[in-house]
């Protein structure tokens, strides 16, 4: 019986989670910026550009009769929130340059729309979703590494700075764990349709 229920889709939870897509040329101009450290760290597993993105809240496994729920839930979240602009500016690592396990790009949100969209996905999911332990910080991974990484001091000079750009719209995605990186599957795109003068 459990045999027949692994072999039907249907029955096997989706990973899931909920981000913000980044335009192709802060795409390029990031991956400019870090050429030199790929090279460095060869041994860190790089995160290819096309699955960049700004994760707003992470679903995990997530069964299919709740996908609606959750669709319709995003929805009103997006409906609340009106366009902003942010841009990629500066780098860091979790938990600390001396044992770096992740590296990222960070976001400059003046706004705080970013922050606004995860608190209000965290209150709309609520009901069926753990919230997050850590507090949201807006960031691009670009690589991970297991042992962590020692980081020279000049890798937090990487200059890193790109033109604001517009966020439009939450876009659910399905992961893959495919090698040798995750696949990442847009579900379903959720413009923001908030007025000017609300959220």
Do not use: C
């Amino acid at each position: 019986m459990a045999r027949d229920r692994a072999s039907r889709p249907q029955a096997r939870p989706l990973r899931l989670f909920v981000a913000v897509d980044v335009p192709e040329a802060v795409r390029e101009l990031v991956a400019r910026a870090l050429a030199s450290w790929r090279e460095a760290f060869p041994a860190a597993r790089w995160v290819p550009p096309e699955n960049w993105h700004v994760t707003v809240k992470f679903l995990g496994r997530t069964w299919p009769r709740l996908l609606p729920w959750v669709e319709e839930r995003i929805e009103a979240v997006a409906a609340e929130h009106r366009p902003f602009r942010i841009r990629a500016s500066g780098v860091g690592a979790f938990p600390s340059a001396r044992r770096a396990r992740v590296l990222w790009v960070g976001l400059d949100d003046p706004e705080g729309g970013l922050r606004s969209l995860a608190r209000g996905l965290e209150v709309a999911l609520e009901e069926a979703f753990a919230p997050e332990r850590r507090g949201f910080t807006a960031h691009l991974t670009v690589a991970r590494s297991e042992p962590p990484l020692a980081l020279p001091e000049d890798f937090a000079r990487t200059e890193i700075r790109s033109e604001p750009f517009e966020v439009r719209a939450l876009v659910l995605y399905r992961s893959h764990l495919e090698r040798p990186a995750p696949r990442y599957e847009p579900l379903r795109t959720f413009p923001l349709r908030g007025r000017a003068g609300g959220r």
